[in-house]
């Protein structure tokens, strides 16, 4: 009896021993994963300093900012690195000094080497976040030489429509009432690999082409024709909008600003001139016509009358822009007729200004 007592005494006291030398050697572990971890961010804040200050370089070398802005720019992300660095480190060194004081506790760390799907690195302590970095701060890629680029474009200017054995000047139309605005994304591709001066614009829009009638007009339908009539009461408003969704192609040429880096290449087109000549095709996805006017019982009535105006369903033609840096004068011209049986032909026209929201 005596002798399996001493034997469960010698277990005891062997499994405890392999136990605290477990613990000991996961200790010195964990100190020496917190060691390395604080020139990991030394590292990362050093590298995302440096692809900071050349960023600020490029925009120097573009003309983008001045020589004064860059050294600003500079100093601030110097800085800001600087501080990231004496935060995150500080944090470390508390844990450490935590450890050292618990030495005895059991203290989960969890370091992971790879970066989660959100693109962060990450270290647990006790399950509490001790360390969050944000990878794609210095992991992002910057191409090298970038040849298509995308911009919102929005157009805004008068409308009207050039009609069969007529003169603009003798248009049934209003010339200041009516309007056009264009909404859409273009894409802009360098087309020679070592030369910037042709382009190639190419985009999707939506076309919103309005005429405003004169002399108490309107359009009506009458056996499959639509033509203009006067109204029966005064109108206050009298207002046909046409909505088309096109893709319009133009070839662009222009002179551009030629940078160049160890990273990079750049042909920048800012506060520079460019001309686009090309044109457009699409569909018609809606026509309706508004009136206001009072009844003859005196009440105000507005009027919202929508499709059947036997529009051409394809839209298609030829539109142009000049101008400098994001502001071009605009026109574009529908070579298909408005409408489709109409007795004299009308086509759509439009001058105003376009704007790349680059």
């Not at 720019?73 to 450890?99: M, P, S």
């Not at 992971?112 to 001790?130: A, H, L, S, W």
């Not at 009609?163 to 020679?192: C, H, M, N």
């Not at 051409?312 to 007729?337: I, M, W």
């Amino acid at each position: 009896m005596k002798t399996i007592t001493r034997y469960f005494l010698l277990l005891i006291l062997t499994l405890m021993s392999q136990n605290l030398s477990a613990q000991e050697e996961q200790y010195q572990r964990k100190i020496e994963v917190l060691q390395n971890l604080k020139d990991d961010i030394v590292a990362q804040e050093k590298k995302a300093l440096k692809e900071e200050v050349e960023t600020i370089n490029g925009q120097l070398e573009n003309e983008d900012i001045t020589a004064e802005q860059a050294k600003v720019l500079k100093e601030e992300a110097a800085k800001k690195h600087a501080l990231n660095i004496e935060n995150k480190v500080a944090i470390v060194d508390n844990k450490i000094a935590l450890l050292k004081r618990n030495e005895d506790d059991v203290i989960a760390i969890e370091k992971t080497d790879q970066y989660d799907d959100d693109g962060m690195f990450k270290i647990d302590v006790n399950g509490e976040r001790v360390v969050s970095i944000n990878s794609k701060d210095w992991k992002k890629e910057i191409k090298y030489d970038r040849r298509t680029y995308v911009d919102p474009v929005i157009a805004v200017g008068f409308n009207n429509a050039i009609i069969e054995g007529q003169s603009l000047e003798d248009s049934p139309y209003k010339l200041g009432g009516s309007r056009f605005v264009e909404l859409g994304w273009a894409w802009r591709t360098r087309v020679f690999k070592n030369s910037n001066s042709l382009r190639l614009s190419y985009g999707v829009s939506f076309q919103f082409n309005s005429l405003k009638p004169k002399n108490n007009q309107y359009f009506v339908v009458d056996e499959g024709e639509t033509e203009l009539q006067e109204f029966e009461f005064d109108l206050r408003k009298s207002k046909f909008r046409m909505d088309n969704l096109v893709f319009p192609v133009h070839f662009e040429f222009g002179p551009s600003k030629f940078s160049k880096t160890e990273k990079r290449i750049r042909y920048s087109i800012r506060n520079q001139f460019r001309l686009g000549i090309g044109g457009y095709g699409g569909f018609n996805i809606g026509s309706r016509q508004k009136l206001k006017y009072k009844n003859a019982e005196g009440r105000n009535v507005k009027d919202k009358l929508k499709g059947g105006y036997d529009t051409s369903s394809f839209v298609y033609g030829l539109s142009a822009y000049v101008g400098f840096d994001g502001v071009q004068l605009y026109a574009k011209y529908d070579l298909n007729p408005i409408f489709r049986n109409a007795a004299v032909e009308q086509r759509n026209i439009s001058l105003g200004v376009r704007f790349d929201l680059d």
